[in-house]
C-alpha cells in the first residue's frame, strides 16, 4: 500500500511569487485535503477535493487554489505569496464514502514553503 | 465558532500513564481523532471516536464525551519514543455553494478542526 507522498520537501519563495505544491494520493483513497500547519500550531484546513470538485474550504483567501485529477492526486497553488503563507503544508487522503469518512485522514509528510 | 482546547506541554516518565484532555466547540460533529506528531513528520493516525466510552488500542485509549464536548487521550507504560506533539481533531462537515451549481446539491465534505497540540515529554 503506498502512503500519501509530497512534493517538493522543502521550497524557498520570494514575496508576490506563485507557487505548486504536489501530492499524491494513499491507493484506494478518492479524496484529498490541504491543510497548513504553521511553527507551534495545529494544522489548519484549506479545502478538501472530491470527484475532481471543492467540497469544502477553510478561512483561506481566493488566492489559495487547488486541483485534483482523475488519479486523485492533488495541486496545490498559492499566487501572490505573502510571508504569513511561511508554513508545513500538509496533504492528506481519505476514503469518501458520500456521507461520512471510510477511513480516517492519511497525511503526507508535508511541503516546507519559506517566504522571504 | 470552533474552538478545540488541549493543554499545550506535559511531561511524564517512562512506564508511566498520562492523561491528555481535549474540549472542543464545534458547529457541527462528526466525530473526533487523535493524532500524533513527531518533529518534523506527518501526523499520523491514533484513534477515533464517534459514540461516547472508551476505545482502547493497545497502550493508547481514547475517551468521548458528546453531550460535555470533551475527550481524552490515555497513554500506559510510556516510552520515550512517545515523546510527540498530540493532536485533538474534531470533523466537521463542510459544504460547497450550490447556488451556481444547483444540479450538484450540497455535496458535503469533511474537514478536521484540529487544537494547538499537547507536546509531550518522556524522560528516564
Known amino acids: 500500500e503506498t502512503g500519501v507522498t509530497q512534493s517538493p520537501t522543502h521550497l524557498i519563495k520570494t514575496r508576490g511569487q506563485q507557487v505548486t505544491l504536489r501530492c499524491s494520493s494513499q491507493?484506494?483513497?478518492?479524496?484529498v485535503s490541504w491543510y497548513q500547519q504553521a511553527l507551534g500550531q495545529g494544522p489548519q484546513f484549506i479545502f478538501q477535493?472530491?470527484?475532481?470538485?471543492?467540497?469544502g474550504r477553510g478561512n483561506f483567501p481566493p488566492r489559495f487554489s487547488g486541483l485534483q485529477f482523475p488519479n486523485y492526486s492533488s495541486e496545490l497553488n498559492v499566487n501572490a505569496l505573502e510571508l504569513d503563507d511561511s508554513a508545513l503544508y500538509l496533504c492528506?487522503?481519505?476514503?469518501?464514502?458520500?456521507?461520512?469518512?471510510?477511513?480516517?485522514?492519511?497525511f503526507g509528510n508535508g511541503t516546507r514553503l519559506t517566504v522571504t | 465558532g470552533q474552538n478545540i482546547d488541549q493543554p499545550t506541554e506535559m511531561t511524564a516518565t517512562e512506564g508511566a500513564i498520562v492523561q491528555i484532555n481535549c474540549t472542543y466547540q464545534t458547529s457541527g460533529f462528526n466525530g473526533l481523532f487523535w493524532y500524533q506528531q513527531h518533529a518534523g513528520e506527518a501526523p499520523t493516525f491514533l484513534s477515533y471516536?464517534?459514540?461516547?466510552g472508551l476505545e482502547e488500542k493497545g497502550r493508547f485509549s481514547s475517551f468521548l464525551s458528546r453531550s460535555k464536548g470533551y475527550s481524552y487521550l490515555l497513554l500506559k507504560e510510556l516510552q520515550m519514543k512517545d515523546s510527540a506533539s498530540y493532536l485533538c481533531a474534531v470533523s466537521s462537515p463542510t459544504t460547497t455553494s450550490s447556488a451556481l451549481e444547483p444540479e450538484r446539491g450540497n455535496q458535503a465534505g469533511t474537514a478536521l478542526i484540529f487544537g494547538k497540540g499537547t507536546t509531550l515529554s518522556v524522560s528516564s
Open positions: 491507493s484506494g483513497h478518492n479524496t
Open positions: 492528506a487522503s481519505s476514503l469518501w464514502l458520500g456521507s461520512a469518512l471510510g477511513s480516517p485522514l492519511h
Open positions: 477535493y472530491y470527484r475532481e470538485e471543492e467540497n
Open positions: 471516536n464517534v459514540l461516547d
